[in-house]
């Protein structure tokens, strides 16, 4: 009978876990960027006793890959990836990957993120413009044009589909393999003036939260209804004795 108590304590942890992905969607919906995450759970069957108890597992943090809205800035050093990549950056972290295309020149020529990180080309080094050189022209390839000179081209580095993304700061991630540059732009590229909003549904997120409200009151409901039947056991056995 004391089983109920700890399968009612796995689905209050379960709970949790969701509860805790959903708040953090919400509070990045409006993050240029960034990738939704999401959790799956396994049932753990435990045989130690007579009959089978299912648990539920800790669950696995997963991070939603899809592309989310391009919007359009016509800020000349605003870009978005199309397509299965991302852009490279160069952090205290080491090297982060993202789909957050707003950028910036510092004074001295540097291409940097809004967060004053060094953008990568496809070899992993930074890029540097010339500051007096007005707006950049960017193409598909990620080349960069100012006063028609060449200055380098934007990094779009393709992440293995097996490979688990660990969240960096902002809208980052980091994989558990290393990415590989891409050199085929046909079905790939970068897009000026555009920035990509996170890929999160607000809508979904709420219907989901309110999913988890009713598993929580479900809970409860069902760790309440086990307490009481252990108490009218006890007292059962009690006035027997």
């Given at each position: 009978?004391?089983?109920?108590?700890?399968v009612?304590?796995s689905?209050?942890?379960?709970?949790e876990r969701?509860?805790t992905?959903?708040?953090q969607?919400i509070a990045?919906m409006?993050?240029?960027?960034?990738?939704?995450?999401?959790?799956?759970?396994?049932?753990v069957?435990?045989?130690?006793g007579?009959?089978p108890?299912?648990?539920?597992?800790?669950?696995?943090?997963?991070?939603?890959?899809s592309g989310?809205?391009?919007?359009?800035t016509?800020?000349?050093?605003?870009?978005?990836?199309?397509?299965?990549?991302?852009f490279?950056v160069?952090t205290a972290?080491?090297t982060?990957?993202?789909?957050?295309?707003?950028?910036?020149?510092s004074?001295?020529?540097?291409?940097?993120?809004v967060?004053?990180d060094?953008v990568?080309?496809?070899?992993g080094?930074g890029?540097i413009l010339?500051?007096?050189?007005?707006a950049?022209?960017?193409?598909?390839?990620g080349?960069?044009?100012?006063?028609g000179?060449?200055?380098?081209?934007?990094?779009?580095?393709?992440i293995d589909?097996?490979?688990?993304?660990?969240?960096?700061?902002g809208?980052?991630?980091?994989p558990?393999?290393a990415?590989t540059?891409?050199?085929?732009f046909a079905?790939?590229?970068?897009?000026?003036?555009f920035?990509?909003?996170?890929?999160?549904?607000?809508v979904?997120e709420?219907?989901?939260?309110?999913?988890?409200?009713?598993?929580?009151?479900?809970?409860?409901?069902?760790?309440q209804?086990?307490?009481?039947?252990?108490?009218?056991?006890?007292?059962?056995l009690?006035?027997?004795?």
């Amino acid at each position: 009978m004391q089983s109920s108590f700890y399968v009612g304590l796995s689905g209050q942890m379960t709970v949790e876990r969701r509860l805790t992905t959903i708040a953090q969607n919400i509070a990045n919906m409006n993050t240029a960027g960034y990738k939704a995450e999401g959790v799956t759970f396994d049932t753990v069957l435990s045989q130690t006793g007579e009959t089978p108890v299912a648990f539920s597992a800790n669950g696995a943090d997963y991070i939603d890959r899809s592309g989310g809205e391009r919007v359009k800035t016509d800020n000349p050093l605003d870009v978005a990836v199309q397509g299965d990549a991302w852009f490279g950056v160069k952090t205290a972290q080491g090297t982060v990957y993202t789909h957050d295309g707003r950028m910036q020149m510092s004074p001295t020529g540097q291409l940097l993120t809004v967060n004053g990180d060094a953008v990568l080309d496809a070899g992993g080094s930074g890029l540097i413009l010339d500051p007096a050189g007005g707006a950049p022209t960017i193409s598909s390839d990620g080349m960069i044009t100012q006063n028609g000179a060449q200055m380098g081209a934007i990094g779009l580095f393709s992440i293995d589909p097996s490979a688990h993304l660990t969240r960096a700061a902002g809208s980052g991630v980091i994989p558990d393999q290393a990415a590989t540059p891409v050199l085929d732009f046909a079905a790939t590229g970068v897009l000026q003036g555009f920035v990509e909003n996170s890929n999160i549904n607000p809508v979904l997120e709420i219907t989901k939260l309110i999913n988890v409200q009713h598993n929580l009151d479900g809970v409860t409901q069902a760790n309440q209804t086990a307490d009481t039947s252990l108490q009218d056991a006890i007292k059962a056995l009690g006035s027997q004795s």
